[in-house]
T-cell receptor
Framework: DADVTQTPRNRITKTGKRIMLECSQT?????MYWYRQDPGLGLRLIYY???????NKGEISDGYSVSRQAQAKFSLSLESAIPNQTALYFC???????????FGEGSRLTVL | AQSVAQPEDQVNVAEGNPLTVKCTYS??????LFWYVQYPNRGLQFLLK??????LVKGSYGFEAEFNKSQTSFHLKKPSALVSDSALYFC????????FGAGTTVTVRA
């Protein structure tokens, strides 16, 4: 089983719909991250969390929200999806801040 | 400002030939440097990192990277490429924050 699991792996939705992407991890890491990958842009940080009570905005947090339900669970929500949020989303964990990241398999989101 | 650049969008090599993927960075201090690889329909996997010490870092799958402080570069290398090395490679620099390059697609032809 994967150490970092993302659900769903693929999702197609319509503009204006609320969508939630979920991430769970069995690595026991306190630090969790949500990234967005777009072709030619690399990965950009959306939100990160250092523990259950700590949530921080990343580079591109507008239009997104997160919830850290437990040490092992970190969810990303799009309250009202728009087409330019079509992307590949990755959850990641780490032992230390700015250290090696452990990624999930990704969630491909298409907003029509 | 912190930045990382991968000047080549694509690198094409023949199997058995040396492979180099270039990365340059700009930070005001001494960063951590990373390489990650992404295979199709998979998440990124850690290859190697430089923190301090020896400028030549060895990593997974026979890859290595050379840190050059004067040129602010951290190029990824493999002496003999395999078809299975075909993937998307990302350089990342970690200082006050973690920044990823745009990625380089490597194609190794048989």
């Amino acid at each position: 089983d994967a150490d970092v699991t993302q659900t769903p792996r693929n999702r197609i939705t319509k503009t204006g719909k609320r969508i939630m992407l979920e991430c769970s991890q069995t690595k026991g890491h306190d630090r969790m991250y949500w990234y967005r990958q777009d072709p030619g842009l690399g990965l950009r940080l959306i939100y990160y969390s250092f523990d259950v009570k700590d949530i921080n905005k990343g580079e591109i947090s507008d239009g997104y929200s997160v919830s850290r339900q437990a040490q092992a669970k970190f969810s990303l929500s799009l309250e009202s999806a728009i087409p330019n949020q079509t992307a590949l989303y990755f959850c990641a964990t780490s032992v230390e801040y700015l250290g090696e990241l452990f990624f999930g398999e990704g969630s491909r989101l298409t907003v029509l | 400002a912190q930045s990382v650049a991968q000047p080549e969008d694509q690198v094409n090599v023949a199997e058995g030939n040396p492979l180099t993927v270039k990365c340059t960075y700009s930070v005001s201090g001494n960063p951590y440097l990373f390489w990650y690889v992404q295979y199709p329909n998979r998440g990124l996997q850690f290859l190697l990192k430089y923190i301090t010490g020896d400028n030549l870092v060895k990593g997974s799958y026979g890859f290595e990277a050379e840190f050059n402080k004067s040129q602010t570069s951290f190029h990824l290398k493999k002496p003999s490429a395999l078809v299975s090395d075909s993937a998307l490679y990302f350089c990342a620099v970690s200082f006050h924050k973690l920044s990823f390059g745009a990625g380089t697609t490597v194609t190794v032809r048989a």
